[in-house]
Nanobody, 125 residues
Framework: QVQLVESGGGLVQAGGSLRLSCAASGRTLRNYFMGWFRQAPGKEREFVATISWSGGNTRSADSVKGRFTISRDNAKNTVYLQMNSLKPEDTAVYYC??????????????????WGQGTQVTVSS
């Protein structure tokens, strides 16, 4: 089993920055893809970004490209989401997820095997 705990959410003004962290425990995440998703009230959960074990393969949603950066520190079993130039439409609960590396690049929430509880990000205008 893998346990994922997100942190770093909060309230920020538009144009500001936040860095989310996701700490994993329970087992090593070797070969796992790690992803970030978000869900706004009344909307479906949507893909934000994902990163391979090596960090050499990353993908981001078009809505966050150029503003958000995903990274990971395997020694710390932690994945990060640096969010810059935040907009009110980025307001959502952000979830960290882990996929066991069975697939290609995992974009769908159903591809992922483990989930964190989420952290709230609120961007005020």
């Amino acid at each position: 089993q893998v346990q994922l705990v997100e942190s770093g959410g909060g309230l920020v003004q538009a144009g500001g920055s936040l860095r989310l962290s996701c700490a994993a425990s329970g087992r090593t995440l070797r070969n796992y893809f790690m992803g970030w998703f978000r869900q706004a009230p009344g909307k479906e959960r949507e893909f934000v970004a994902t990163i391979s074990w090596s960090g050499g393969n990353t993908r981001s949603a078009d809505s966050v490209k150029g503003r958000f950066t995903i990274s990971r520190d395997n020694a710390k079993n932690t994945v990060y989401l640096q969010m810059n130039s935040l907009k009110p439409e980025d307001t959502a609960v952000y979830y960290c997820a882990a996929e066991r590396g069975r697939l290609g690049v995992p974009f769908r929430s159903t591809d992922y095997d483990y989930w964190g509880q989420g952290t709230q990000v609120t961007v005020s205008s």
